[in-house]
C-alpha cells in the first residue's frame, strides 16, 4: 500500500492539501480524525493499563457495571477504553444506550441535569440485563457546583 506524507491509500478525505502537499487543515483537525479511524473497537484492542482493562473486561464479561471513575493524563485510554465496554456490554446499538457529555462543553450542573434526565426517561429497548450508560468525560472542566 502506497503512502504519501504519513497517509495511506483511501485516506484521501482526510484532509485537503495543496499544490505543495500540506494539509490545509490545522494539525489538531487531522489528528482528530486519525485518532478516531484507528480508535480500538474492543477492549482487546487497547494497549496498555493492563490492571484496568483486566477489571473492564471482567465487567464486560459479567454484565455488572458499576460507577467508574477513570483518571489520568490525556491520550492514555480512558474514553477509548469505556467506549469499547459500552460497546461490549451494550451490543450493535450501544449508541443509542449510551449518553455522552463532554463537560468541557457542558459545563453547567442545570445542562448536565437536564440532558441527563432526558436521557433517563426516553424508553429504549435494552439488551436484558443492561442499563443506559451516561459518560462524562473532562469531568475536571466543570464548575464546582456541577462536580458536586
Not at 3 to 22: I, V, Y
Not at 39 to 63: K, Y
Not at 105 to 126: C, Q
Amino acid at each position: 500500500m502506497e503512502t504519501h506524507l504519513g497517509r495511506r491509500e483511501g485516506d484521501e478525505n482526510l484532509a485537503p492539501q495543496s499544490q505543495s502537499g500540506k494539509d490545509e487543515t490545522s494539525s489538531t483537525t487531522l489528528d482528530s480524525i486519525w485518532i478516531e479511524k484507528y480508535r480500538p473497537e474492543t477492549l482487546d484492542d487497547v494497549v496498555g493499563n493492563d490492571q484496568v482493562m483486566r477489571r473492564l473486561r471482567i465487567i464486560a464479561r459479567e454484565g455488572n457495571m458499576p460507577h467508574l471513575m477513570l483518571a489520568g493524563p490525556p491520550g492514555t485510554g480512558k474514553t477509548s477504553s469505556v467506549l469499547c465496554l459500552c460497546k461490549q456490554l451494550l451490543g450493535s446499538r450501544w449508541r443509542a444506550y449510551t449518553l455522552e457529555l463532554n463537560a468541557s462543553d457542558e459545563r453547567t450542573i442545570d445542562v448536565i441535569r437536564e440532558k441527563v434526565k432526558h436521557f433517563a426517561k426516553e424508553k429504549r429497548d435494552l439488551p436484558a440485563g443492561r442499563h443506559k450508560i451516561v459518560i462524562l468525560d473532562e469531568v475536571d472542566a466543570m464548575t464546582e457546583a456541577a462536580q458536586q
